[in-house]
């Protein structure tokens, strides 16, 4: 289970670094640009917090909710127009929410322990 965790958070680090970056080869505006780096930033920082800490969960959860608001985020910021800035956040987000829900305790604790949704008698 650490193990894959631990690919998980290497994932979620990569996954932030590459939208924190991509307004570098992106066409953005102020609020693309910007989007794209913060939410990139945090998730990148959850990722290295669950690696120095994998037992703060508090970590993963909060991993899923930056995909959130990066997948929401060319709209709520108006941006997806911009449909490499769109696309990236769209997808990223998609990716860092898959990335935080497989990393979750109880998912993990089910991927672990080979329970897939069958309670125990």
Do not use: C
Request: glycine letters at 8%; zero cysteines.
């Amino acid at each position: 289970m650490k193990s894959w965790n631990r690919m998980q958070d290497a994932v979620a680090v990569v996954l932030g670094v590459f939208a924190a970056l991509s307004p570098i080869w992106l066409t953005t505006n102020d609020r693309a640009m910007w989007s794209l780096i913060v939410l990139g930033v945090l998730v990148a920082l959850a990722g290295l917090a669950h690696m120095a800490r994998p037992d703060m969960a508090v970590a993963d959860y909060a991993m899923g909710v930056f995909g959130v608001l990066m997948f929401i985020s060319p709209w709520v910021m108006n941006f997806h127009a911009l449909e490499g800035a769109a696309w990236t956040a769209w997808v990223v987000g998609v990716l860092t929410v898959v990335v935080a829900v497989s990393a979750m305790p109880m998912m993990a604790a089910r991927m672990h322990h080979g329970d897939h949704g069958v309670a125990a008698h």
